[in-house]
């Protein structure tokens, strides 16, 4: 019977940024389809705080000069992604 090898640090943190990066995906998805897309959407931007809470600002603009945050929460998610509060709540805009 073969012993599994150890995970190697490299890997950890590589299967860690992935997780990181899966969470903030779904966050992002689940405010834009709670808000509605802005007409002049850019991007939505998901910055971990601490742990489980995340500040997420919707950016709008034709370009990066007339870039703005046109909306911007408090949220708190699980490991996955799934938004369990938000401040201020999001509503439907567009």
């Known amino acids: 019977m073969a012993t599994p090898s150890p995970t190697q640090p490299d890997e950890e943190v590589r299967n860690k940024h992935q997780r ?3 969470q903030a995906a779904t ?3 689940f405010v834009i389809n709670a808000l509605g897309e802005p007409p002049d959407f850019r991007q ?3 910055l ?3 742990e489980n809470r995340f500040r ?3 950016q709008t603009g034709d370009d990066a000069v007339s870039a703005r945050i046109a909306h911007s929460y408090f949220l708190t998610a699980d490991e996955k ?3 369990i509060e938000s401040v201020p ?3 439907r805009q567009y």
Request: hydrophobic content about 65%.
């Open 20 to 22: 990181a990066e899966r």
């Open 27 to 29: 966050i992002a998805a």
């Open 44 to 46: 939505v931007i998901v």
């Open 48 to 50: 971990r705080l601490w």
């Open 56 to 58: 997420v600002n919707v």
């Open 81 to 83: 992604g799934q938004v």
């Open 89 to 91: 709540a999001i509503t």
